[in-house]
């Protein structure tokens, strides 16, 4: 059985003051015990700060991003080191913003989720297909080769303490969501992949869906075997709205 998670990704939004606001406005009406677990990801600056606030709640806290080097000359970026020592248990992986704006490779995403799982981060691996990938039919060819990457350098056995989002590019920010069977058919997909090595971590693995989650869509695709929660970004950024998609998650099997 896997208890599903639901993962606010708030990207570069908010001020010290809204981080703030928001999270009160969380905790004000965040229920006592949720079904799923929930973690939320403020900007690097905030961390701290939210982690405060978030003391003893129902909510964890994770970073948007790590650097793959544990320590030394790398102007601008923060190891998993630093990210544990604010109070950080998540960090996102492979968001395809990275992977896309700043030319995260494969590789990189992969020394990233081992610099995380090295220092009891939780990473949550992001992979999924851009609009293009689909069209042609190859939408099983990128995330297989996106997961592999990640199989290979860390083993299966790093996904026991791991997190997996299939996120398709076409569906972020776009209010375009992957409909339930399109999210299940690449979450069983994955499943069956991570099971050709160990079907016991496969089992056991939570695999998130992202794209455009909103309170209005959230049941029907948590309802799906395969899904295990969501990874959720402009919708995050409002409490009312985050809460409904948190209670929209409820264990199943
Ligand atoms: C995301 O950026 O991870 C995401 C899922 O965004 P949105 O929910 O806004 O599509």
Redesign the pocket.
């Known amino acids: 059985m896997r208890r599903p998670l639901v993962a606010g990704?708030w990207?570069m939004h908010g001020s010290r003051a809204e981080t703030a606001r928001l999270i009160e406005e969380l905790l004000a009406q965040a229920p006592a015990e949720p079904a799923a677990q929930s973690v939320i990801c403020p900007p690097f600056v905030y961390l701290h700060e939210a982690w405060r606030l978030l003391r003893d709640s129902i909510f964890s806290l994770g970073a948007q991003d790590v650097c793959a080097e544990s320590h030394g000359a790398f102007t601008g970026e923060i190891s998993a080191a630093m990210l544990k020592d604010v109070g950080c248990e998540y960090v996102i992986v492979g968001?395809s913003?990275r992977r896309l704006l700043y030319r995260e490779s494969d590789q990189l995403v992969a020394r990233k989720f081992a610099a995380a799982h090295a220092r009891g981060l939780v990473p949550i691996l992001?992979v999924g297909e851009q609009l293009a990938d689909r069209e042609a039919g190859r939408t099983s060819e990128v995330v297989t080769r996106q997961l592999d990457v990640v199989l290979e350098l860390c083993g299966a056995g790093a996904l026991e303490h791991g997190l997996i989002a299939y996120?398709p590019v076409w569906?972020?920010?776009?209010g375009r969501n992957a409909t339930p069977e399109q999210a299940q058919e690449v979450h069983a997909l994955l499943r069956a992949r991570i099971a050709s090595r160990d079907a016991r971590i496969a089992d056991a693995t939570r695999i998130l869906y992202?794209?455009?989650?909103k309170a209005g869509n959230a049941a029907e695709l948590f309802a799906m075997p395969d899904v295990d929660g969501g990874?959720?970004?402009?919708?995050s950024l409002k409490a009312d709205e985050f809460l409904s998609i948190l209670a929209a998650a409820r264990i199943s099997g």
């Open positions: 990704n990207k968001h913003e992001c996120e569906a972020i920010g776009t992202g794209g455009s989650v990874l959720i970004g402009g919708a």
